[in-house]
């Protein structure tokens, strides 16, 4: 392995270490729920058909959770966006989603709106992975919802997020 992957391999496990260190260090409410915000960045690597090339898009947004237990249970809402440059043009995908997790496995959806500024495609990708509140590891099929025709991305992704708390 070269220096610089062993290093980018070190960084990303201090901040995945991190997060799962000091998630639980929010004011817990009457219910003994644990409630709070969080920024979210990502990575999304996209593969599958129909396009030969993969596809790397960034992702940003804003996440509120409710945890409760020894078991890291967790539900949590986001609003976020993937950005990219795709086949030599910007794409940007708002979307909505949503998943829970128990005890280190997680499973969501999230609704995701592409565009290119010259055309749109509204996709519903369900997912399953890894991880709970402060980071998340999974898989995502995309299923199209409108215009079959607009292919900016394959019909699949890995994704890993983590989660800033921001309260």
Avoid at 120 to 135: A, D, M, Q
């Amino acid at each position: 392995m070269q220096p610089l992957n062993k290093l980018l391999l070190a960084c990303c496990l201090l901040v995945i270490c991190n997060q799962i260190a000091f998630a639980y260090q929010n004011q817990v409410t009457s219910s003994g729920f644990i409630k709070d915000r969080s920024f979210v960045i990502g990575y999304h690597y996209n593969f599958g058909e129909p396009n030969t090339s993969k596809f790397h898009l960034l992702e940003i947004g804003y996440q509120k959770s409710s945890t409760s237990g020894v078991h890291a249970t967790s539900a949590n809402w986001y609003a976020t966006s993937e950005m990219g440059f795709v086949k030599n043009s910007f794409l940007i995908g708002p979307k909505l989603g949503g998943f829970v997790s128990f005890g280190g496995f997680v499973l969501g959806s999230e609704l995701i709106y592409y565009t290119n500024f010259l055309d749109e495609s509204l996709r519903f990708v369900p997912y399953f992975g890894i991880g709970g509140k402060p980071f998340r590891l999974s898989i995502n099929p995309h299923i199209r919802l409108s215009n079959k025709d607009f292919e900016p991305i394959n019909r699949g992704s890995v994704s890993l997020r983590v989660a800033f708390p921001i309260d």
